[in-house]
């Protein structure tokens, strides 16, 4: 088996999706692309890079049918101050576990990605 380097460009929101997926799956980001293209050799399950685009596209195809008809119900107006994506993303993180500091250094990371545009 020969071991090649391979460059991936990936655009600054890409990045910062695999960067915050990676941190929730508490792995560095090259062994989290590593698990995404050839599966995780711990939980023995293969996945590749096909299987993933497949779900991937199905999920396209569900949104894509969903957004097309018309909302069962009128929306309720919320009730509170609005949740910012951010705010709602170390919710998320906090309620799986991880870590306040490593929920604050992704937080860090997130500041020094977006003033850096």
């Given amino acids: 088996m020969s071991r ?13 999706r695999i960067q915050g997926a990676a941190a929730l799956a508490r792995t560095p980001i090259s062994t989290y692309l590593k698990w995404l293209l050839q599966g995780s050799p711990v ?27 018309p909302p069962a119900q009128p929306r309720v107006p919320v009730q509170g101050p609005p949740i910012t994506q951010r705010e709602l993303f170390r919710k998320l993180m906090k ?14 990371t997130l500041d020094e990605l977006e003033n850096s545009r």
């Fill in 43 to 69: 939980d023995g399950i293969t996945k590749y890079m096909s299987v993933i685009l497949a779900s991937l596209e199905e999920i396209k195809i569900a949104i894509a049918s969903l957004s097309a008809s």
């Fill in 4 to 16: 090649r380097n391979v460059t991936i460009g990936f655009s600054e929101v890409e990045f910062m």
């Fill in 95 to 108: 309620d799986r576990g991880i870590p306040s500091s490593t929920i604050r250094q992704v937080d860090i």
